[in-house]
């Protein structure tokens, strides 16, 4: 009986040794920013990726209400800055919206408002 039993522990024993690795959570860094300057917007996002190999395109949308004032795009691998700038009016609020995507996978936009005063 104790020959029997003793191989069994010593499987379960090694099973349950074996480290388990979890998979990392990929960091993938947005920040995007409306500065104003009297009548003028500059439009700004910085984009990291997780990896210097991932490739980033986006797009950045100037909107006041639901009037779209000008769009920006590009394209980068593992990092990606886009700047714009536009004629705006003073006193409203401006949405800077950024839809972007990473190695071909759209993730879900970021938006911002800042108003100009």
């Known amino acids: 009986m104790k020959r029997r039993i003793m191989p069994f522990l010593v499987i379960i024993a090694l099973l ?10 990929r960091l993938i860094s947005v920040v995007p920013d409306i500065q104003f300057n009297g009548t003028n917007a500059t ?19 100037l909107w006041q209400d639901d009037e779209m004032i000008d769009s920006w795009s590009g394209a980068g691998y593992g990092f990606l800055k886009l700047e714009g700038d536009a004629t705006v009016r003073r006193y409203e609020t401006y949405q800077l919206t950024v839809s ?15 108003t100009n005063k």
């Open 100 to 114: 972007y995507s990473v190695n071909g996978t759209t993730k879900t936009p970021i938006s911002i408002e800042r």
């Open 16 to 25: 349950l040794a074996t480290p388990a690795y979890a998979v990392s959570t």
């Open 43 to 61: 439009c700004m996002v910085q984009i990291v990726g997780d990896r210097t190999t991932d490739k980033i395109s986006a797009t950045m949308e």
